[in-house]
């Protein structure tokens, strides 16, 4: 495989002064949260069923961490995975067609919510048992360190998977074979209902890091320049000495766990969560850039304009998508080819 | 044709498919190193090198997931479990990953992948070492399940197994291990999803899969001394199971005993006898019988876990029965 040389900035000060770039950060955050605000609306009419978990006020970090991976390098995430689908680029309407489980769908109407995959866009799948896709990103990177090549995969996980047998399973095989894993927590302060602090032994979680002699950050994760910065220090350390780093991203999730929790209430006050909301990700994106003279209103009021034309036009594209046809019910359980050994010959760069 | 043993018709098998496809690695405890637990991947480490035969900690959960994302991207490994009693840690991975991801992701992700491993009861292991796991795999959907009961069909069988797109569980025997029989020199393969008929006979079929085709074929043997000649059908695989090879059979002699090793519930034999009272009704004598492990934990006292197992003598005395002879 071909080594691409990265086209990105190699620190948050050189992003922080990049307004073309800023601007595709802003997209990418804002289109996440309009399209899943319409996800709350189609939920509500019943166009999307099952469990749905909204991924709102997390924005920055899906796109400072996937803004800066190579099209051959891997992502995997959990159930919460709308908005690393989207802005890993599969598009509005193959992810709305996929929560309206049609045809259309980027898993053809099998997977849903939880489950959005796309092979083009290395996209390894939204996986619904907590801390079972950990184990598989570490495979991925055994794959890549098996190949010579030099891609990473980011593995994301919910604050809560630190305390299951297979994140401490996957992460002292990555430190001990040294695998180029990026494994980014996304600490938005609950599992389900459960704060952290009542889960587990330790807060600062990235320290566990320190069981498996693994390199370890934390970032402020509202913050996209903050996540970008610690994220490029990950992806480098991975590509060129091929080291698995545990990331720490501080963020909150602004709904609740799924459709069926309150916003607040039970396990969180409102007030936690207002204070939180002072720091929404493009709130503070938007004011950097109006800060530095970079966007307008009406450039925003523009931009927000076009998003939610794509959104309505995902909306439609979904609506109007065909069911999947009752053949495909026994379709794709098994597959009926073998290896032939010569597909795919395995080389070192 | 050459005799060896089933332990050297699997590293045949293994040496084989990893000269024949770079992309074929096997990872498990003990694999490399010390050779292999029951010595399957003798010599392989020397041949192959660390990247691609691996010892893993302990820590059956992780390196199954391991094994599941290297598939994902487009490696084939083979997952050893010591044995498949410490692969049930493993199970969310098979269950909930290897099966599942072709079809969640709408055919984007096939998981080429073998897990394998000694299954069921070998001697005075007591409880926790003695279990018998195929109906447990061959229960979900998206996995193919092969317990192969001689040496010829371990050697083929896992050639097919490794070189299949989907994963398969592979189910040897440690009680197998030490077993001989004649492998030719030449290559070849089994197909997954055929029985074999390993012996003829018009008075009765038993039906039965893995170690307990040995244990059908001695009981066969026995019956024949007092005239009475029976079917012998190896299932061989029993995720697909081959229910033409049933058909045919029971549609031939009229009466059906079902062997497992496993205990009575939900068992293999649950389902064989389901195809045949649906396939074969009109065309039987008798009930059928099944023949299985009592009902309890595997106990540890040479008497008990005897009284315990499936046996020649337990096979002999069903077959008697659905004959009306005793």
């Known amino acids: 495989m071909a080594k691409k040389k990265a086209d990105q900035p190699k620190s948050a000060a ?16 804002l289109l996440q949260r309009r399209f899943e605000e319409r996800c709350a609306e189609a939920y509500a009419l019943g166009k999307i069923g099952g469990f749905c978990h909204l991924y709102i006020g997390q924005e920055a970090v899906s796109t400072g961490t996937l803004s800066l991976l190579r099209p051959d390098d891997y992502v995997i995430t959990t159930y919460r995975d709308h908005g690393q689908a989207l802005a890993r680029g599969i598009t509005p309407r193959s992810v709305m067609a996929e929560l309206f489980g049609r045809i259309d769908g980027c898993a053809r109407g099998k997977g849903g919510s939880m489950h959005m995959f796309d092979k083009s866009l290395n996209f390894l799948g939204g996986h619904g048992i907590v801390g079972a896709h950990v184990p598989l990103a570490t495979g991925v990177g055994f794959a ?7 891609q990473v995969i980011i593995c994301y996980m919910g604050e809560s998977v630190v305390n299951t047998g297979a994140f401490h399973e996957a992460l ?27 889960a587990s032994a330790i807060h600062d979680i990235f320290e566990r890091g320190a069981s498996y002699n693994m390199p370890r950050a934390v970032c402020d994760g509202q913050d996209v320049f903050a996540v970008r910065q610690a994220t490029q220090e990950a992806i480098d350390r991975a590509r060129t000495d091929s080291l698995p780093t545990l990331l720490e991203v501080r963020t909150y999730r602004f709904m609740g766990h799924s459709m069926s929790d309150a916003v607040s209430g039970t396990y969180r006050p409102k007030s936690e969560l207002d ?14 850039m109006h800060e530095n ?15 939610k034309a794509v ?5 439609d594209f979904a609506d ?12 794709d359980v098994l597959v009926d080819t073998t290896s032939d050994a010569t597909a795919e010959p395995v080389a070192a760069d | 044709m050459p005799v060896i043993t089933y332990r050297d018709a699997l590293n045949q098998a293994l040496r084989e498919e990893m000269q024949r496809d770079d992309r074929v690695f096997l990872m498990g405890e003990e694999v490399a190193v010390y050779q292999g637990a029951y010595k399957v991947s003798k010599g392989l480490l020397q041949e192959f090198g660390e990247m691609r035969v691996v010892d893993t900690p302990i820590t059956e959960l992780g390196f199954a997931g391991v094994g599941v994302g290297a598939a994902m991207v487009g490696l084939r490994p083979i997952i050893e479990f010591m044995t498949w009693n410490f692969a049930v840690l493993a199970l969310d991975q098979v269950l909930n990953s290897a099966s599942k991801l072709l079809y969640m992701s709408g055919g984007q992700y096939n998981v080429p992948i073998v897990f394998r491993g000694p299954n069921g009861a070998a001697l005075q292991l007591s409880a926790q070492h003695s279990q018998a796991f195929e109906s447990w795999l061959a229960y979900m959907p998206g996995v193919k399940v092969v317990t192969p009961g001689t040496p010829y069909d371990a050697k083929g069988l896992l050639k097919s197994a490794i070189r299949d797109d989907n994963p398969v569980c592979f189910l040897e025997g440690e009680m197998l291990y030490n077993t001989k029989g004649e492998v030719p020199e030449e290559e070849y393969l089994i197909p997954i999803g055929k029985a074999d008929l390993k012996r003829e006979g018009d008075a009765c079929s038993i039906i039965t899969n893995g170690k307990m085709a040995l244990v059908a074929m001695q009981a066969a043997d026995q019956l024949a001394k007092d005239g009475i000649h029976v079917d012998v059908v190896d299932l061989r695989t029993v995720r697909p199971m081959d229910v033409e090879a049933i058909k045919a059979s029971v549609e031939k002699t009229n009466r059906a005993v079902v062997l497992e090793e496993g205990w009575e519930l939900c068992g293999i034999g649950t389902q064989v006898v389901d195809y045949i009272q649906r396939d074969c009704f009109d065309y039987l004598d008798a009930p059928v019988i099944r023949v299985h492990q009592a009902d309890v934990p595997m106990p540890y006292a040479k008497n008990l876990e005897r009284a315990a197992k ?15 002879l005793d």
């Open chain 1, 14 to 29: 050189d992003a922080a002064s990049n307004p073309d770039l800023n601007r595709d950060l802003l997209h990418s955050m």
């Open chain 1, 144 to 150: 890549i360190k098996y190949r010579g090549g030099d």
């Open chain 1, 172 to 198: 002292n095989m990555a430190g001990l074979w040294k695998l180029p894993v990026v494994y980014v927590i996304e600490n938005n302060r609950y599992g389900m209902g459960t704060a952290l602090e009542r």
């Open chain 1, 275 to 288: 204070e939180y909301m002072k720091r929404d990700p493009i709130a503070l994106l938007r004011a950097h």
């Open chain 1, 293 to 307: 003279n970079e966007i307008s209103d009406e450039d925003i009021q523009k931009m927000d304009e076009e998003i």
């Open chain 1, 311 to 315: 959104c309505q036009d995902a909306w």
């Open chain 1, 320 to 331: 109007k998508s065909p069911e999947p046809p009752l053949e495909a019910l026994f379709e």
């Open chain 2, 310 to 324: 499936p046996d020649m003598a337990k096979t002999i005395a069903a077959v008697r029965k659905v004959m009306y």
